[in-house]
Each structure stands twice: as structure tokens, then as C-alpha cells.
């Protein structure tokens, strides 16, 4: 069955220090690809995403993701970790179904430390 | 804005009470969708439905249904409650375009507690 892993439930990280949350899919026909952010008692929020085109994608408050095919993979990053960015993060993609139904990852929860 | 909202953030039932989910979004969106979501075990699809009066199951239907009588609204109904649907709920859009690289937008959600 198609899906996706996010490694590490838990991420913590330093104010001003480097995030990085790992996604990895399986199928070897690229999926359409999806990053969302959960901050405490609210739904999800997109955070940026990737259809086709450039492989480096540009999301909300700073986050970068880079589509890497020969590794299936489609991290996400930040390059200085900010207090308010403690939250929940789920990756999720899009095998290519006309509905427009997402599998999403279990999600890895983000802790920043001052 | 896209605005999706629910009809509770909190809500506590007993056992073998029908419960009545809500959902309103307003950006005249074709699909819809109810998602449960479990600690450590993400966010799982409970039904979706891409047009009015069309639904469809996803992973985990059994013990719900949905109903979706107009293009703004969804419902997710729990037939009978029971303590193992104790969950948070989320209701999402979007277009549908067909191409799968349509965003979900998501509501607030409601956390289910079943006693």
C-alpha cells in the first residue's frame, strides 16, 4: 500500500538552531506533496507544497522543502528555529487520484527549548 | 479567506448516543472530507464526498456516516457512540480540480469524548 513516514515522532530543537523534519513516500511514480502545520487546539494549516517544476519549495513563516526523487524523500527545513514554531507537523501526498484525497504521515511534533 | 468551520471545539457524549458532527465551509467547494485524528497515529479519513448527496467511504467508515444535503455543509454522524470514537475530528475542502495538487483546508476541529 502507498504511504508516507514521517521519522521521529518528536523533534526538539534550540531557539535559532536548524529544523529539520524528514518525510519519505513510496511509490516510485512521484506524488504530489504536501506539508501542514497543527499549532495547539487549532486544524491544520498548509504549509507550503509540491506539484511540479522547481524541486526546492518556498512555504509560510520561513519553512523550505526540497523534493528529492532518487531519494523519495521531502524534508522540510528551517534555518533558525523560532519559539512559536512548536507545533505539530504532517506530511502528506497526493498519489495522483482525481479526488483529491491526501495520506497523511502520524506526524512529528515539534518542541523548540529557549 | 477560506473559512471552515465546526459546530463544537468540545463536545462529550454518552455511550450509545447518536452524535451530529457539523461542518460549514464557504468557498463553494466540491469536495469535502472528515478526518479522525489519534495520537501517534496521524490523521485517518473517516468518509469524504465530492459532490452533493455523493459520498464515499475512506479507511476507517465503519461505525460512521455522513450526509451532505448541501455544497456548504457536511455532516459526520456516530450511529451509536461508543468509547473507543473518543477522538478529535476535522473537517476539510477543497476544489477539485482532478489534478491532486487541490490543498485541503481544514477547520478547527472538535474533540469527541465518549463516557
Known amino acids: 500500500a502507498q504511504s508516507v513516514t514521517q521519522l521521529g515522532s518528536h523533534v526538539s530543537v534550540s531557539e535559532g538552531a536548524l529544523v529539520l523534519l524528514r518525510c519519505n513516500y513510496s511509490s516510485s511514480v512521484p506524488p504530489y506533496l504536501f506539508w501542514y502545520v497543527q499549532y495547539p487546539n487549532q486544524g491544520l494549516q498548509l504549509l507550503l507544497k509540491?506539484?511540479?517544476?522547481?524541486?526546492l519549495v518556498k512555504g509560510i513563516n520561513g519553512f523550505e522543502a526540497e523534493f528529492k526523487k532518487s531519494e523519495t524523500s521531502f524534508h522540510l527545513t528551517k534555518p533558525s528555529a523560532h519559539m512559536s514554531d512548536a507545533a505539530e507537523y504532517f506530511c502528506?501526498?497526493?498519489?495522483?487520484?482525481?479526488?483529491?484525497?491526501?495520506?497523511f504521515g502520524k506526524g512529528t511534533k515539534l518542541s523548540v527549548k529557549p | 479567506d477560506v473559512k471552515v468551520t465546526q459546530s463544537s471545539r468540545y463536545l462529550v457524549k454518552r455511550t450509545g448516543e447518536k452524535v451530529f458532527l457539523e461542518c460549514v465551509q464557504d468557498m463553494d467547494h466540491e469536495n469535502m472530507f472528515w478526518y479522525r485524528q489519534d495520537p501517534g497515529l496521524g490523521l485517518r479519513l473517516i468518509y469524504f464526498s465530492y459532490d452533493v448527496k455523493m459520498k464515499e467511504k475512506g479507511d476507517i467508515p465503519e461505525g460512521y456516516s455522513v450526509s451532505r444535503e448541501k455544497k456548504e455543509r457536511f455532516s459526520l454522524i456516530l450511529e451509536s457512540a461508543s468509547t473507543n470514537q473518543t477522538s478529535m475530528y476535522l473537517c476539510a475542502s477543497s476544489w477539485r480540480t482532478g489534478r491532486g495538487t487541490d490543498t485541503q483546508y481544514f477547520g478547527p476541529g472538535t474533540r469527541l469524548t465518549v463516557l
Open positions: 509540491y506539484t511540479t517544476g522547481a524541486t
Open positions: 502528506a501526498v497526493n498519489y495522483g487520484g482525481s479526488q483529491g484525497n491526501l495520506i
